[in-house]
């Protein structure tokens, strides 16, 4: 991409250990050709294990702590998923705190698989059409949401995806939203 249309938009990426790998690393290298500055948010310092389904692959180094992140320094966030990643993230109150941040503030989450989790947990989808992994679609519809079977879902603020096979689709719509909330945030 010659174009940096996402230049220095500030990415928080929240995960913890066991996360989907390509559910991270795709997003955030499309993101960071985008000209995007992502950086890595996790409950605890140090490094994040990833997973390739259920096979530990490499860790992933953690730029700031869910403690030291602050929601207003950031224009974005990224939602990696995961089913241990998400199943642990959505109990830690900074992670809902910080969603629900972004989410007052209108500002522009997107999120694949097993990641809508947090925002349940968050108490953020009644009243949101999006997508994620099959298997958390009760989830979603029992905290108020509609799930949609579809590649890639735009609610307002959010984009969603199922699972790694949408991933082209969905960096697709997340460079799209992000740089729609960067011109609104500009006053574009």
């Not at 998400?86 to 989450?109: C, G, T, Y």
């Not at 953020?124 to 958390?136: A, D, M």
Request: glycine share 6%.
């Amino acid at each position: 991409m010659s174009e940096k249309i996402l230049k220095e938009l500030r990415v928080a990426i929240l995960v913890t250990d066991d996360f989907e790998q390509v559910e991270l690393e795709e997003p955030r290298k499309a993101l960071d050709e985008a000209g995007a500055k992502t950086s890595v948010i996790a409950p605890k310092a140090g490094k994040v294990q990833a997973m390739k389904h259920d096979e530990k692959t490499h860790k992933v180094a953690v730029d700031l702590t869910l403690a030291e992140a602050k929601p207003e320094d950031f224009d974005a966030v990224l939602l990696p998923g995961g089913a241990m990643n998400a199943d642990s993230l959505r109990m830690e109150p900074k992670a809902r705190a910080f969603v629900q941040s972004f989410d007052r503030a209108k500002k522009p989450i997107a999120f694949i698989c097993h990641a809508p989790w947090l925002l349940v947990s968050a108490g953020l989808v009644k009243g949101r059409t999006l997508s994620g992994y099959h298997t958390i679609q009760d989830d979603i519809r029992n905290a108020g949401g509609k799930w949609k079977d579809e590649e890639v879902v735009r609610d307002g603020n959010w984009v969603s995806s199922r699972q790694p096979s949408d991933i082209p689709a969905f960096n697709k719509e997340m460079i799209a939203l992000f740089s729609e909330g960067r011109a609104k945030a500009k006053g574009v």
